[in-house]
């Protein structure tokens, strides 16, 4: 049985979101009588990818600033380095030891090398780390960094390095759940401050955007990949893909990977222009309903927005939301935002606290490890011991 919602336009889909109850929207359940009761035997072949949630983390690869380097920029600007007072374990170990399987790279253009090599606040405090990762930072090719000359700082320096600690883990954990990995395109120039010179990143292009695709594809086999050209099959668009047939089944997708652009804007018309369907690529975009590229939708204020989650959710929509704000509930230990998160059916639950905050708040967000049915999509009968990998 397919979900009602596919026969819906756009306008009505969204008067629908306006009028329903919460709790009340129609759920895409997978076709076919073998799926009309649940079992461990059949669930990998009845449940999708989209009934599933997850845990994630924020800026993934993020470690702290260097320690000297906050205490004398502080001179300067004190308390400048607060929102980024966080870090991340490796890759791996977020996959592995904390069952993550959502994470956010943020990649910078360096197509000749060496662009972020001599970061000026670690040579202000002689960082021993800037020599340790000469020779990867001289290298050409997408460099993975938070904010370039103070937050520089990265378990994994370049994309192709990224990639390839997820690809390594995946390969050798085959019947993973599919891990959404999401790419922030950073080009923008930076004020300088106190001693601080930013260097002036590289401005992504309709050329050199395509550098995602091409190192994504270096890295992974495209057949490890859940591409839109996978989940569209023969519709006209990706969005009535979705609507009509669904995501993937776990049996389909377990152990593979999907990729998304989180820009918006300039960035994201950029990676569309000549593929408006996304034919050929590789990321999926952040687009709403009515767009023909509609499948994945950032939203990251679930405080504003929760009621409209669980709609798209519902509607079969992957949406992707945040459980916390650098690092506001990590100091107050306030969980309402982490609450909603968890309960709206976002599939992506994105935090920078899947471990203890180190601030004494307590807070931490967590989910069964490596997931659960998710609260919204999931249809009837679905159990969390069925998603065990």
């Given at each position: 049985m397919r979900s009602p919602l596919k026969v819906f336009s756009t306008p009505l889909l969204c008067l629908l979101v306006a009028v329903v109850p919460l709790g009340l929207y129609p759920v895409i359940a997978t076709d076919g009588d073998e799926c009309a009761t649940l079992a461990s035997e059949n669930a990998d072949r009845c449940l999708r990818l989209n009934q599933v949630q997850v845990l994630g983390s924020h800026n993934s690869y993020k470690r702290y600033p260097a320690p000297e380097l906050v205490s004398l920029l502080d001179l300067h600007r004190e308390g400048w380095s607060r929102d980024i007072n966080y870090e991340h374990r490796p890759l791996a170990g977020q996959l592995g030891l904390l069952g993550l399987r959502q994470f956010e790279l943020d990649v910078f253009a360096d197509s000749e090398g060496g662009l972020f090599a001599n970061p000026a606040g670690g040579r202000l405090v002689n960082d021993p780390e800037i020599e340790a990762n000469y020779d990867v930072m001289l290298a050409p090719g997408l460099k993975v960094l938070h904010s370039q000359d103070v937050d520089y700082r990265s378990s994994c320096l370049s994309l192709k390095l990224c990639l390839s600690e997820i690809r390594d883990w995946s390969l050798q954990n085959p019947t993973h759940l599919p891990i959404m990995?999401?790419?922030?395109?950073?080009?923008?120039?930076?004020?300088?401050?106190?001693?601080?010179?930013?260097?002036?990143?590289?401005?992504?292009?309709?050329?050199?955007?395509?550098?995602?695709?091409?190192?994504?594809?270096?890295?992974?086999?495209?057949?490890?990949?859940?591409?839109?050209?996978?989940?569209?099959?023969?519709?006209?668009?990706?969005?009535?893909?979705?609507?009509?047939?669904?995501?993937?089944?776990?049996?389909?997708?377990?152990?593979?990977?999907?990729?998304?652009?989180?820009?918006?804007?300039?960035?994201?018309?950029?990676?569309?222009?000549?593929?408006?369907?996304?034919?050929?690529?590789?990321?999926?975009?952040?687009?709403?309903?009515?767009?023909?590229?509609?499948?994945?939708?950032?939203?990251?204020?679930?405080?504003?927005?929760?009621?409209?989650?669980?709609?798209?959710?519902?509607?079969?929509?992957?949406?992707?939301?945040?459980?916390?704000?650098?690092?506001?509930?990590?100091?107050?230990?306030?969980?309402?935002?982490?609450?909603?998160?968890?309960?709206?059916?976002?599939?992506?639950?994105?935090?920078?606290?899947?471990?203890?905050?180190?601030?004494?708040?307590?807070?931490?967000?967590?989910?069964?490890?490596?997931?659960?049915?998710?609260?919204?999509?999931?249809?009837?009968?679905?159990?969390?011991?069925?998603?065990?990998?």
């Open positions: 990995i999401m790419i922030e395109l950073k080009d923008a120039a930076r004020a300088d401050w106190g001693p601080i010179r930013y260097t002036t990143p590289v401005l992504f292009s309709a050329e050199n955007i395509h550098d995602v695709d091409r190192e994504i594809l270096q890295v992974f086999d495209r057949s490890h990949i859940v591409t839109p050209d996978d989940v569209r099959g023969q519709h006209e668009t990706l969005e009535q893909a979705v609507l009509a047939d669904g995501w993937p089944t776990l049996a389909r997708s377990r152990g593979k990977v999907l990729f998304a652009l989180d820009n918006t804007g300039r960035h994201r018309e950029m990676y569309l222009e000549g593929a408006p369907v996304l034919q050929t690529r590789i990321l999926f975009v952040s687009a709403g309903p009515g767009h023909p590229a509609a499948a994945f939708i950032k939203m990251n204020d679930v405080m504003a927005d929760e009621e409209l989650i669980r709609a798209y959710v519902a509607a079969g929509y992957l949406v992707r939301t945040r459980s916390d704000i650098p690092v506001q509930e990590a100091v107050s230990g306030d969980t309402t935002r982490r609450n909603k998160a968890l309960t709206s059916g976002a599939q992506y639950i994105s935090t920078d606290y899947a471990e203890v905050s180190p601030f004494g708040s307590g807070y931490q967000v967590v989910l069964p490890k490596p997931g659960r049915c998710n609260p919204v999509s999931a249809p009837a009968g679905c159990r969390d011991e069925f998603l065990l990998e």
